[in-house]
T-cell receptor, first 113, second 113 residues
Framework: NAGVTQTPKFRILKIGQSMTLQCTQD?????MYWYRQDPGMGLKLIYY???????DKGEVPNGYNVSRSTTEDFPLRLELAAPSQTSVYFC????????????FGPGTRLTVT | GENVEQHPSTLSVQEGDSAVIKCTYS??????FPWYKQELGKRPQLIID?????GEKKDQRIAVTLNKTAKHFSLHITETQPEDSAVYFC????????????FGAGTRLFVKA
């Protein structure tokens, strides 16, 4: 199993541009999450999903959108990028039953200038 | 919503000493409390967790205690080693609707050889 994979690893955006951060897991996990981590800070939950077709807002959803058309994929969309969205973005997943542990992807480092 | 506070923000200890990191949470319904270790530039890794029906859990040099009445939980690392140097995050999760997880701001632990 590859686990949770994220692309790209790094990206520089200009203010006002848009992009999609990709997240895929091959563990058949129902629950998936997007977090952002600002320098020297903890993780803030952006959006999460309990299964295909179901998404909900986390602590800091403004400026982002998500979709969950399959169990495997949970892309995060940034529209009209702003410098405040400069951060490291982590995707995570966990199964619906069994372990409560969240499995994190390697992260995407995004800079908006 | 849930709020997690973590102290201290920085902790420096001599190799071989113990380190204690403390967290408080606000939502009494939270019932799962993981601790993550994050090395520089890496993804968070689960090191230990505790569920609300247990007061203490130990795994070799690491232990976690939970006081549900006080809404307080702590991470204890004994016989610290230089490789324990990292940022540690506590978190609290609510076992409803997707298991939203709220993280503390992190503690940067330095273990001096």
């Amino acid at each position: 199993n590859a686990g949770v994979t994220q692309t790209p690893k790094f990206r520089i955006l200009k203010i006002g541009q848009s992009m999609t951060l990709q997240c895929t897991q091959d563990m058949n996990h129902n629950y998936m999450y997007w977090y952002r981590q600002d320098p020297g800070m903890g993780l803030k939950l952006i959006y999460y999903s309990v299964g295909a077709g179901i998404t909900d807002k986390g602590e800091v959803p403004n400026g982002y959108n998500v979709s969950r058309s399959t169990t495997e994929d949970f892309p995060l969309r940034l529209e009209l990028a702003a410098p405040s969205q400069t951060s490291v973005y982590f995707c995570a997943s966990r199964p619906r039953v069994g372990t409560y542990e969240q499995y994190f992807g390697p992260g995407t480092r995004l800079t908006v200038t | 919503g849930e709020n997690v506070e973590q102290h201290p923000s920085t902790l420096s200890v001599q190799e071989g000493d113990s380190a204690v990191i403390k967290c408080t949470y606000s939502d009494s319904a939270s019932n799962y409390f993981p601790w993550y270790k994050q090395e520089l530039g890496k993804r968070p890794q689960l090191i230990i967790d505790i569920r609300s029906n247990v007061g203490e859990k130990k795994d070799q040099r690491i232990a976690v205690t939970l006081n549900k009445t006080a809404k307080h939980f702590s991470l204890h690392i004994t016989e610290t080693q230089p490789e324990d140097s990292a940022v540690y995050f506590c978190a609290a999760s609510l076992n409803t609707g997707g298991f939203k997880t709220i993280f503390g701001a992190g503690t940067r632990l330095f273990v001096k050889a």
